[in-house]
């Protein structure tokens, strides 16, 4: 087996290394494979640090002296997996267990590597030709059972709604048990996340508000817009170009939940949401994020109290709508959906963790179609308020930051003008926002949806599922919060507290989030 010494050289300069990763003692041996053309496959235990524990994936090149270097993203790595995953083959490791590669039964004839710039990324991404056609090969830096993409690319193999699934390899421990996932290769879909287009059709209507912004008055006010109706459809005529491919979005995620439901489920009854234990988890942790904002996180006191009071609110009312309502269905979804994973043309769905593959398994019953499309809400929010801070922060010649956090209150305290600036711009991204989600995740497209501000006056009822969105909605911010508040982002918990604060309201009767066309 290698040595410590030549794993911790290996590891500690790496690049991709995350920094309580690099805090570590040192990193321990766990097992090893030779793959040929001079390549091991290494998996390595950190020992010590914030990170003990946790278990790396590290390929590694030995040159005449035994340095290790780095071999994922390699041309000989790449190679040698593409071919034992086109043969089928299994490889010993050195303390009992194997190495399993396995695939759709392409031949692989022709593979070659293909220029590519992957950009910062917690895996491995290279680019092959394989027999004419561009495939990706992800390599895993982290190991662990939650890493289900492989699996689930697989199981979704020629639906049409996640890239072709050409294989996979994955490492069973001695015994047998388990099988953690490596490494998978799939079809390179050229295109770009739905977050292209709505960045450049946002960053457009700022020229669009009266005078560029500069001169503009409080939304509502003389001048300006002239009037929240006013703005409402210079939005909705803003936005025409995209509604068409945001309907058809909407629509292919509702083909793509069904699918799920369709493969991985088998036919068998979708089970009741644990809403009780999700309820209880969320309490938790908003007791803890409360009693870590004594210690002071940076952000304006009077915001983090009503924030604080709000979802407290709202898990009070999310309580007594569960007591006065029945069961709600679970379902399996992507599981992490950010905008950036939902490509737009044509549609498909990229870096799938969906908590559990198939009934019986652990997180099976503790997901639903549902916390998709609220991840999708909080995505547009994060998106509109980025845009917003850094638009009024060019205008008014400031740092963004500085405008996120005026927007807890309202700009009070700024000068009238400045203030006016500030307002009009947030108000015009909140718009643009709603408008957005009503389009990608409402059931007939035309509606406003989102968080806590779906208010869709004339609806006049409340739809069942409306109680389990707003827990998946608080469930999700909460977690949001609980990282932005440990990695010190208070410009991001910012984000959260905006939202936070419009929480802990009865239900305006909203129209409910969908995934049915």
């Given at each position: ?7 911790h050289e290996l590891l500690r300069g790496a690049a991709w ?249 088998r036919g068998t009854p979708p089970p009741d949401y644990p ?102 809400g909080r995505a547009l929010e994060y998106f509109g308020a ?132």
């Amino acid at each position: 087996m290698t040595s410590d010494t030549q794993l911790h050289e290996l590891l500690r300069g790496a690049a991709w290394l995350p920094e309580d990763v690099r805090r570590a003692d040192r990193y321990a041996p766990v097992d090893e494979v030779p793959l040929g053309s001079g390549t091991t496959l290494f998996l390595v235990t950190v020992v010590g640090g914030p990170a003990h524990g946790r278990l790396l994936f590290a390929p590694a090149h030995a040159d005449p002296a035994g340095r290790l270097t780095d071999a994922q993203g390699s041309e000989a790595f790449d190679l040698a997996c593409v071919r034992l995953m086109a043969a089928g083959g299994r490889i010993p490791t050195a303390r009992g267990g194997h190495v399993e590669f396995r695939g759709d039964g392409t031949e692989a004839r022709a593979v070659s590597s293909l220029p590519f710039a992957q950009g910062w990324s917690s895996n491995s991404l290279s680019l092959l030709d394989i027999d004419g056609r561009p495939h990706l090969h992800k390599a895993y830096r982290t190991l662990g059972t939650e890493v289900r993409e492989p699996e689930l690319l697989r199981l979704m193999n020629g639906s049409g709604h996640t890239p072709r699934w050409f294989g996979d390899y994955g490492y069973v421990p001695p015994g047998g048990t388990g099988r953690l996932a490596l490494g998978v290769v799939y079809t390179y879909t050229p295109g770009s996340g739905i977050d292209t287009p709505l960045r450049a059709n946002l960053r457009a209507l700022w020229p669009r508000l009266a005078g560029g912004a500069t001169d503009a008055r409080e939304p509502g006010g003389a001048g300006g817009t002239g009037g929240p109706g006013d703005l409402e459809e210079l939005v909705r005529e803003h936005l025409a170009p995209l509604a068409g491919p945001l309907r058809t979005a909407r629509s292919f995620l509702g083909g793509f939940h069904e699918e799920l439901r369709t493969r991985l489920g088998r036919g068998t009854p979708p089970p009741d949401y644990p809403v009780e234990r999700a309820l209880r988890a969320a309490e938790e942790r908003y007791r803890a994020l409360a009693e870590r904002t004594r210690d002071g996180v940076g952000l304006p006191p009077a915001a983090l109290e009503k924030a604080f009071a709000s979802l407290a609110s709202e898990i009070e009312l999310l309580r007594t709508a569960f007591d006065t309502t029945g069961a709600y269905p679970a379902g399996p979804c992507h599981g992490d959906l950010h905008l950036s994973h939902l490509l737009w043309d044509p549609p498909r769905l990229i870096d799938i963790s969906t908590p559990g593959t198939g009934p019986g398994e652990p997180g099976w019953d503790e997901q639903s179609p549902l916390q998709d499309l609220v991840a999708l809400g909080r995505a547009l929010e994060y998106f509109g308020a980025d845009e917003a801070a850094y638009e009024s922060a060019r205008l008014l010649g400031v740092d963004a930051t500085e405008t996120m956090l005026a927007s807890l209150d309202g700009g009070v305290g700024m000068p009238p003008r400045e203030r006016s600036v500030l307002l009009l711009v947030f108000e015009a991204a909140d718009r643009w926002r709603r408008r957005v989600a009503g389009l990608l995740l409402t059931r007939d497209g035309a509606e406003e949806a989102g968080g806590p501000d779906a208010a869709l006056a004339g609806h006049g009822r409340r739809l069942p599922d409306e109680p389990l969105r707003r827990l998946l909605y608080l469930r999700r911010l909460l977690h949001e919060l609980d990282y932005n508040f440990a990695h010190a982002r208070p410009y991001h918990a910012a984000i959260d507290l905006r939202h936070a604060m419009a929480l802990g309201l009865p239900s305006p009767l909203p129209l409910t989030l969908t995934t049915r066309t």
